[in-house]
């Protein structure tokens, strides 16, 4: 009975996703609050506010990423700090006409902005903020870069936020138990950015997979985003999960299948079409043009096409 109520849940939200998209083209979705989203109960007990696919501007106030949370029946487990402290008290306002059961734990899924800049609420609520240690680097040496670009467009949206980085760390895995839910925080590998986490729930078979999985928007390739590890870290680790239900980084709850196909399968696509472009003595302003109009229909496709073929082909270079 259980798995059936679980699977209709995941249905109704899939509907949902179709009519209500988290698009670049939509400013906000939930007028009444901070959050571009009202959120949505994925599974029972496992809640996310679905964030603009677009990048953050004023209008979404930021909000361009997944924040979601988990009742466990004896406290709530946030998964994301948000970008900014206005940001995560919107997020609080909405678990707290949820559930009674308070916020015990926040976990940063890697060491981005709109991952610890909420973290100044949650941290003046005494709330402990988990991240991996590579995240909290991150976000150590780059919050300043951070606070200045929230500050320039959010304007008063961004009032009351500081850098404030997580109380607890890691490194490879932290197991938490909360009622009636087993939590593995996981660092599978290289992925994404720096400090990338996952939060398993493996009787749920249910990943919070953070940057590691897209399907809704092109993901971004950064100068220190390894590509190569990615795929490796996908085709390991995290495949193995065998996980039924996704909540992806950025876009709707979704499936294993969809978000090979946009992450998994891009890589290799690109990294494909790199390795032949630099085999035929292809140059690097040539590899800005490389072929992707399969992947045009994805949201942000046109700020980060190019940028992607222009930083493997860096990468793949000297492979």
Sequence with gaps: MRIFIMLIAFVTVALSSQTACASEDIADQYPASMLYSKPVEVIPHVWSAIGATAPPTYDNCGHNNNLSFIATGDGVVVINGGGAYLLAKALHDEIKAITDQPVK???????????????????????????????????????????????????????GTTA?????????????????????????????????????????????????????????????????????????????????????????????????????????????????????????EEAYYIDQTAYAHLDTFEQLATRNAGRVYVQMEWE
């Design 105 to 159: 734990l926040v976990i940063n899924e890697n060491g981005q902005g709109h991952a610890m800049l909420g973290n100044s609420y949650w941290a003046s609520l005494g709330v402990p903020i988990l991240a991996h240690i590579d995240a909290a680097h991150e976000f150590n040496d780059r919050a300043g870069q951070s606070l200045d670009a929230g500050k320039r467009t959010l304007k008063e949206r961004f009032e």
């Design 164 to 284: 404030v980085g997580p109380t607890e760390t890691f490194e490879n895995k932290r197991v938490i138990e909360m009622g009636d839910f087993k939590i593995e925080v996981l660092n599978l590998g290289p992925a994404h950015s720096a400090g990338d986490i996952q939060v398993w729930l493996p009787a749920q078979s249910l990943v919070i997979a953070g940057d590691m999985a897209f399907h809704e928007r092109m993901l971004p390739i950064f100068d220190d985003t390894n590509s190569k590890a990615w795929v490796e870290t996908w085709k390991g680790p995290f495949e193995a999960l065998e996980a039924t239900y996704v909540i992806p980084g950025h876009g709707h709850p979704t499936n294993m299948a969809q978000v090979r196909r946009y992450t998994l399968d891009y890589l290799e696509y690109l990294r494909g079409k790199i390795r032949e472009h630099i085999d035929g003595g292809g140059s690097l």
